[in-house]
């Protein structure tokens, strides 16, 4: 029986098809290794690319990493959408879409960093590069362009202090559920008597 040669790494042909690729190995790394310690080594070793191939399509570790990050919020976000749409209001929505976030996004390392950007060269170029806000604006932005559409806010809202403060709502969320403070339903209602009235009165200030 001849004799196979060895398998050697090649650099894919298709850009798209690549970075695909490359992406893929590195979400198998993160899941055995986690964020903190994948390495561009190991996403290389687990694709079958050599290390300089692998930074032909990311620039380094980091902006490998929030491309994946980007990817999976936004399929946080699609996932959110229909139990969100069905609620009646936008003060219900926005609760509800507080409470998936957190629940959901602290169960997968890469949508956390969107919620809880830390204070690694990760955390900080996100933030840096617009990345953190944009996650931020494709999530709640579809909320309130209805609600105002609707007459339930009134135009000219700050939306990235809106952006900030129901992020960092999440944040505090996502953690309390971490911690043990309490479950979903407490939370759910902490979120109707303290945020919820925010948009009550946004409400009333459309003059509906």
Same mark, same amino acid.
């Given at each position: 029986?001849?004799?196979?040669?060895?398998?050697?790494?090649?650099?894919?042909?298709?850009?798209?098809?690549?970075?695909? #690729?490359?992406?893929?190995?590195?979400?198998?790394?993160?899941? #055995? %290794?986690?964020?903190?310690?994948?390495?561009?080594?190991?996403?290389?070793?687990?694709?079958?690319?050599?290390?300089?191939?692998?930074?032909?399509?990311?620039?380094?570790?980091?902006?490998?990493?929030?491309?994946?990050?980007?990817? %999976?919020? #936004?399929?946080?976000?699609?996932?959110? @959408?229909? +139990?969100?749409?069905?609620?009646?209001?936008?003060?219900?929505?926005?609760?509800?879409?507080?409470?998936?976030?957190?629940?959901?996004?602290?169960?997968?390392?890469?949508?956390?960093?969107?919620?809880? +950007?830390?204070?690694?060269?990760?955390?900080?170029?996100?933030?840096?590069?617009?990345?953190?806000?944009?996650? @931020?604006?494709?999530?709640?932005?579809?909320?309130?362009?209805?609600?105002?559409?609707?007459?339930?806010? +009134?135009?000219?809202?700050?939306?990235?202090?809106?952006?900030?403060?129901? /992020?960092?709502?999440?944040?505090?969320?996502?953690?309390?559920?971490?911690?043990?403070?309490?479950?979903?339903?407490?939370? @759910? /209602?902490?979120?109707? @008597?303290?945020?919820? +009235?925010?948009?009550?009165?946004?409400?009333?200030?459309?003059?509906?």
């Amino acid at each position: 029986m001849p004799r196979r040669s060895p398998i050697r790494p090649t650099a894919p042909t298709g850009t798209d098809d690549a970075r695909e #690729r490359i992406l893929t190995a590195a979400e198998r790394c993160i899941d #055995r %290794h986690g964020i903190r310690k994948t390495t561009m080594d190991d996403v290389a070793c687990e694709v079958g690319l050599t290390r300089p191939n692998v930074y032909r399509y990311f620039a380094d570790r980091d902006d490998l990493l929030i491309e994946l990050i980007t990817r %999976h919020a #936004r399929a946080l976000v699609a996932r959110a @959408r229909k +139990p969100i749409s069905r609620q009646g209001s936008i003060a219900d929505q926005i609760v509800e879409t507080v409470l998936y976030t957190a629940d959901h996004g602290r169960r997968d390392p890469l949508t956390r960093h969107v919620i809880d +950007p830390d204070a690694t060269s990760l955390g900080k170029r996100m933030i840096a590069s617009g990345t953190t806000e944009m996650c @931020r604006a494709e999530m709640w932005d579809p909320l309130l362009d209805a609600a105002v559409a609707n007459n339930e806010l +009134p135009p000219g809202l700050a939306r990235s202090d809106i952006h900030v403060w129901l /992020s960092n709502v999440t944040k505090m969320v996502m953690r309390g559920l971490e911690d043990g403070d309490g479950g979903v339903r407490r939370y @759910r /209602s902490i979120l109707r @008597r303290f945020v919820a +009235p925010a948009f009550a009165s946004a409400k009333a200030q459309a003059g509906v």
